[in-house]
């Protein structure tokens, strides 16, 4: 009995300790049992520091350097080289979304196809770079869904090969080019959201890559056994 009244007692002393105080105000700083990051040693934008001779706590970006989704003009501009930006644009047309009104679209759009200059070999080049940097740790270097984290706890990831039946009638496995694009730029289901890191004319370069990709190993199923 004096045990059960002591159990009793500590139980108790528990709950209110953990619920009892909730929505009381003070004006101490809360206790940071996980501090997360609420306390960074950072300068708010907008904001001096004292830390740069010049007061200033915004930097100019570093000489030489460019921030990411800027690019040097390929022809010099009249005005001085100024640095354009392109790549992260959020327009809402197919370009920018995968999206042809509320459907996705096929194809690489027109601001792609139609660029002379742009749209070589060293598009799908480009692509192919670009996939091994950021996809192929999943996805496997030639799309299979079996990249070095499939070692590691990540079964999921996405088999380009076997959505490789470029037949548009095979909805269950075929993916629309607009749509690939989307789970690029916004991340699908387990996989994040690679829009921040990877420019929308990338995006479209990794599209074309992962078609080369399925049309190799669609060949090499057909080809293998009449050797
Ligand atoms: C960290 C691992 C990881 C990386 C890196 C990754 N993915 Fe994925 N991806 C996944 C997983 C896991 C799924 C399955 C998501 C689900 O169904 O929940 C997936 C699914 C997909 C799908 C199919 C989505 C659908 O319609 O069902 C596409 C397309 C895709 N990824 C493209 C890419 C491309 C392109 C890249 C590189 C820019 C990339 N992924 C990078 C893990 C990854």
């Avoid at 609420?38 to 970006?61: C, H, I, M, N, T």
């Avoid at 990411?68 to 370009?95: H, T, W």
Wanted: charged fraction near 20%.
């Amino acid at each position: 009995m004096k045990y059960f009244f002591l159990s009793y007692i500590f139980v108790g002393a528990i709950i209110v300790s953990a619920f009892g105080f909730r929505g009381s105000k003070s004006e101490l700083p809360p206790l940071e049992i996980l501090p997360d990051m609420d306390q960074q040693a950072k300068v708010k934008y907008q904001a001096s520091s004292e830390f740069f001779a010049d007061g200033r706590g915004a930097r100019l970006p570093v000489k030489g350097t460019l921030p990411m989704g800027f690019e040097i003009p390929s022809k010099p501009a009249v005005d001085g080289a100024k640095p354009s930006r392109v790549g992260f644009s959020s327009g809402l047309g197919y370009y920018d979304t995968g999206k042809m009104g509320d459907y996705y679209g096929d194809g690489l759009p027109k601001e792609i196809t139609g660029d002379k200059e742009l749209f070589t070999v060293d598009f799908i080049k480009r692509g192919e770079q670009r996939y091994n940097i950021n996809c192929a740790i999943c996805h496997g270097i030639s799309g299979n869904g079996k990249g070095v984290t499939s070692k590691y706890g990540i079964l999921t990831a996405f088999n380009f090969q076997q959505a490789g039946n470029l037949d548009p009638a095979n909805a269950a496995a075929y993916r629309a080019d607009g749509a690939i694009f989307d789970v690029i730029t916004n991340g699908k289901g387990l996989m994040g959201s690679y829009g921040g890191n990877i420019t929308v004319q990338d995006r479209w370069a990794i599209v074309a890559y992962i078609r080369t990709l399925q049309f190799a190993a669609q060949e090499s199923k057909v080809t293998l056994p009449l050797q």
